[in-house]
């Protein structure tokens, strides 16, 4: 892997040669060993890397970019032709923002570990024997995958800017198949030794032996508990919509909701740059430095994300990014929200979940792995899966409890509670198991 | 490139390898990106790498790189070696195998007649602003987007076999948006007919211009719409709207990989088990899917996979009957099958080739004079649907909900006034066993999917579906919650 010096001699080679356009770079390299496996067996086992520089050129309102991941100085010569020619092609953008000055970065820890930038294709594989032992141990099935990644990105351009990040990522995530149901578990960190593989796989197993012979059970309103990856299953669809301008245009479900009390009291969401569980990139591809941000406070929507053109257009900070998004928690366990639940279900893992309208910010989606009848503070029996039509604005303005935090990796990164919330609407059953 | 592809091959052989295989790609793409009257992107990709794949022990590895030189590429396959004998520690029930495929010696260039990377991006980003400004000009419309993809692909493919491939193929994909606003409500509009494996003249004879006004005033139509109703109706879904239920429903149940339970911990497994080839009735008698390998302008016409077999078509549904899943050299032999029909493919160098839903399209009816009015004619109280829209399907793929994009509700044989929010929730064969009308070949359309998700690490995959309009009886409507 080219290190930081390496990497700031081609930046620099690259911006050199931009004489009169606004410039920016960025080079990015990811490393990564990803085993997969299914019925307690590799069944694919992958290595390798790749690194790419993106140069963006403007000049007097246009802009145009090009990418390569070829190196050498003939391709850098091209890439620097390309675009050039691809600015110099296009009509003036009303909307461009020119390449921001140097920032102040927040210095992040925890972000990278040498450990699990240096694990080898035998360590990989030794853990997912851990994991096949375990099911094979009862019998069962499991499926999963863990990767072990270092990326490194860095940012370079014509108005001073220069920024880098290193970062290494450690993930596992397992489903556990019996006869008659299954059960999921995962755990992700920037640190290997932060996973703890045995309790992923333990919580899948257990939730798979437990949901064995579910049985059927009407759709209707619920109260129910889900688990935080649940949680940001559904509260992802929550942060893509945060955008102030579309609220401004009248097409998002916030539209003249800012400084309104939208949610439950106890729902505060943000971006954080002290969690020891998740710390951001400590900055935005577009070179703004992350900050920490209020979205909620108190079930009250204190700001939308602002572009840097519309943030300009309204005279406001302009936002980086919405993700990692985090959810505050109170101190509790899941095990304590279930033991104050009298009938409700809880929710393992949501899947395929997709707008009905976007608006309303009305989504549909299905339980999967693991549903459960509660009843008067105790998980009682297994239930077949069920569909839901329900917003995540319902969900969180019925918060009736929250647990401690997690952090969860589905898509995207959070920090995010177990959630107890009323009448969620289920209008469908699957059969599937 | 045959100098290296030999280089890792002899890695690989040298190791003792039952197979091995490296996979060159290099890929040129273009993006294009309006957001209401601005020029978000125009951006060109060039990136080029190889992937090595190693079967060892009946366990397999794969590794990839960009440096494509002599040190490079026998670390690569180093490391792919050293991944297949690290999966070999946690080993299959029945070793990983290769189903046989005859050597092939082959070059093929798609049809491509007006190369997108040489029309200026000048003229291809005023296509689209124009577009938009079209659109935000109609009254009430608040928002508009369009995008313009090319994608040019070659894959130089070595394998054990003695297998020498350079396939190249162009992919066009247009996108098109209008967002309407009218009081509390908003709805939006999309051009629908999908991508196609073709050059710039696919985005001419799309009409992107021509038609986006009518688009916008669409998404305006559906905002003063009635919501949907609720109730068993019948449904005459358009073939832009089927395309993606195809997909969902037919498409990834009968991939083969999934129903051995490799895809079990996130794109889900399948209702459909091996035994049911031959004996399962899919659909009504009238429903005949085939696998298009041959498809003009598929999105999944790639000539041979990354397998190396050489791509047919192929019968999956006769009369409603399943008669064949799409597999791999690999999954194959697992369930007793003697060769693969052609289903492996990865979406770029640094992937692993997986079990992938090929162009997949539905017959037409076998009476050409029928048209989609006659199937609307014999709709007491039903939805007509065009377009793309919400969609959601269980791990099993079997219960589902869709949406779409534009909505008439049906009454006396007629079409009398536009829905919006129209939802309809159902079980893969009960649906497809309703199905009694179909209209006829001059009916037919072919839609390129562009984004069909799977895999771990994920993959994005394209293929094109295909359909003429199809009538369905009492189907649920409207379980959504409004």
Redesign the interface.
Same mark, same amino acid.
């Given at each position: 892997m080219k290190n930081m010096d390496e990497i700031g001699s081609i930046l620099n080679a690259v911006l050199g040669k931009t004489g009169g356009y606004e410039a920016s770079a960025l080079y990015y390299r990811q490393q990564?060993l990803?085993?997969?496996?299914?019925? #307690?067996?590799?069944?694919?086992?992958?290595?390798?890397?790749?690194?790419?520089i $993106?140069l963006t050129l403007g000049q007097e309102g246009r802009?145009?970019?090009?990418?390569? #991941?070829?190196l050498d100085a003939d391709s850098l010569a091209s890439l620097i032709k390309?675009a050039e020619a691809?600015c110099g092609?296009?009509?003036p953008?009303?909307?461009y923002m020119p390449p921001l000055p140097q920032q102040e970065f927040p210095q992040l820890s925890g972000r990278f570990c040498e450990e699990t930038a240096s694990l080898?294709?035998?360590d990989?594989?030794?853990r997912?024997?851990e994991v096949?032992a375990l099911a094979a141990a009862e019998n069962y099935?499991a499926?999963?995958?863990i990767?072990a990644d270092h990326s490194r990105t860095v940012l370079a351009n014509s108005a001073g800017l220069h920024a880098s990040d290193d970062v290494t990522e450690f993930k596992v995530?397992?489903?556990m =198949?019996g006869p008659k149901g299954?059960g =999921?578990g995962s755990a992700a960190a920037n640190l290997a030794a932060k996973v703890d593989l045995r309790a992923a796989a333990g919580k899948a197993l257990a939730t798979a032996i437990a949901a064995q012979n579910p049985v059927d059970i009407k759709p209707g309103d619920y109260d129910v508990i889900f688990e935080p990856g649940a949680v940001w299953s559904l509260l992802l669809f929550l942060a893509f919509n945060l955008d102030a301008r579309?609220a401004e245009?009248?097409?998002s479900a916030f539209t003249d909701l800012v400084g309104e009390k939208v949610f439950d009291e106890r729902v505060n969401l943000g971006l954080r740059l002290d969690d020891p569980n998740l710390s951001p990139p400590p900055f935005a591809l577009n070179g703004l430095a992350t900050r920490p941000v209020e979205w909620v406070r108190d079930g009250i929507l204190q700001r939308l994300n602002h572009t840097r053109?519309w943030a300009g257009q309204k005279g406001v900070e302009a936002d980086p990014e919405v993700v990692p998004l985090y959810m505050a928690g109170e101190d509790r366990s899941t095990a304590d929200l279930i033991a104050n639940c009298e009938r409700g279900l809880l929710v393992k893992r949501l899947?395929?979940? $997709?707008?009905?309208?976007?608006?309303?910010l009305?989504l549909?989606?299905?339980t999967?792995d693991g549903l459960f009848r509660i009843e008067d503070g105790r998980v009682v029996e297994p239930v077949k899966?069920l569909?839901f039509?329900?917003s995540p604005l319902v969900f969180l303005k019925n918060v009736c409890g929250l647990s401690r935090t997690e952090r969860v990796d589905s898509w995207e990164k959070a920090v995010v509670p177990a959630v107890m919330s009323r009448e969620f609407?289920f209008?469908?059953?699957?059969?599937?198991? | 490139m045959k100098e290296f592809i030999d280089l890792a091959l002899d890695v690989a052989n040298a190791a003792g390898a039952a197979f091995a295989d490296m996979r060159v790609v290099e890929k040129r793409e273009n993006v294009i990106f309006v957001e209401r009257r601005s020029l978000k992107q125009l951006d060109e990709y060039e990136s080029s790498g190889y992937g090595v794949r190693v079967l060892l022990d009946g366990a397999w590895g794969f590794a990839s790189s960009t440096e494509l030189n002599r040190e490079s590429v026998i670390a690569t396959a180093q490391l792919a070696v050293a991944m297949a004998r690290a999966s070999a520690t946690v080993p299959q029930a029945q070793p990983a195998s290769m189903a046989p495929s005859p050597a092939c010696t082959d070059t093929i260039v798609s049809p491509c007649l007006e190369d997108p990377f040489a029309v200026p991006n000048a003229e291809k980003a005023d296509l689209l602003l124009s577009a938009c400004d079209r659109m935000l000009n109609v009254q009430d419309v608040v928002m508009a987007w369009g995008m313009l993809h090319f994608i040019r692909m070659r894959r130089v493919i070595g394998n054990t076999d003695g297998s020498r491939l350079d396939l190249t193929h162009t992919v066009s994909h247009p996108m098109l948006e209008a967002v309407a606003a009218v009081g509390g409500e908003s709805q939006v509009r999309n051009y629908t007919d999908g991508a196609s494996q073709a050059g710039y003249e696919f985005i001419r004879s799309s009409d992107l211009l021509g038609n986006s006004e009518r688009w916008a005033e669409e998404a305006v139509m559906k905002c003063k719409a009635d919501d949907c109703p609720v109730g068993k109706m019948d449904l005459v879904l358009s073939p832009s709207h089927l395309a993606l239920t195809i997909h969902e429903s037919v498409g990834h149940p009968t991939e083969l990989d999934r129903i051995l339970g490799w895809e079990a911990n996130m794109a889900g497994k399948s209702f459909v088990e091996p035994g049911f080839v031959g004996e399962y009735q899919y659909g009504s008698d009238i429903i005949n899917f085939t696998a298009g390998n041959e498809l003009v302008g598929g999105l999944g016409t790639w000539g041979y996979d990354d397998d190396g077999v050489k791509l047919h078509d192929f019968p999956v549904v006769r009369n409603g009957k399943l008669v064949a899943l799409g597999c791999t050299r690999e999954t194959a032999p697992l369930v007793g099958w003697s060769k693969s029909n052609g289903c492996c493919r990865a979406d770029g160098f640094a992937s692993v080739p997986i079990n992938r839903i090929p162009n997949l399209y539905l017959e037409p009816g076998t009476d050409d004079s029928v048209t989609a009015d006659d199937l609307i004619a014999d709709v007491e109280r039903g939805i007509y649907i065009e377009g793309r829209g919400s969609f959601s399907i269980d791990q099993m793929r079997n219960n589902f909900q869709f949406g779409g994009d534009l909505f008439w509700l049906i009454e006396g044989g007629k079409r009398v006034r536009p829905l919006k929010k129209v939802t309809y929730q159902s079980q893969t064969t009960s649906f497809w066993r309703s199905c009694d009308g179909m209209a006829g070949r001059h009916d037919w359309r072919p839609f390129g999917l562009m984004n069909c998700g799977k895999g771990e690490p994920g993959q994005v995959m394209r293929m094109t579906h295909g359909a003429s309009t199809c009538r369905f009886r009492n189907i649920d409507v409207g379980g959504a919650k409004l």
């Open positions: 990564r990803a085993t997969r496996f299914a019925d #307690n067996a590799i069944t694919q086992n992958l290595g390798g890397s790749e690194e790419y $993106r802009r145009g970019s090009a990418s390569t #991941n070829k390309r691809i092609d296009v009509a953008d009303p909307e080898t294709p035998a990989l594989a030794a997912v024997g096949a099935r499926s999963g995958i990767t995530s397992s489903t =198949h299954s =999921h579309e245009e009248g097409v053109y899947w395929y979940i $997709r707008y009905v309208d976007r608006k309303e009305l549909t989606g299905m999967r899966n569909r039509n329900e609407t209008d469908s059953k699957t059969e599937s198991l | -």
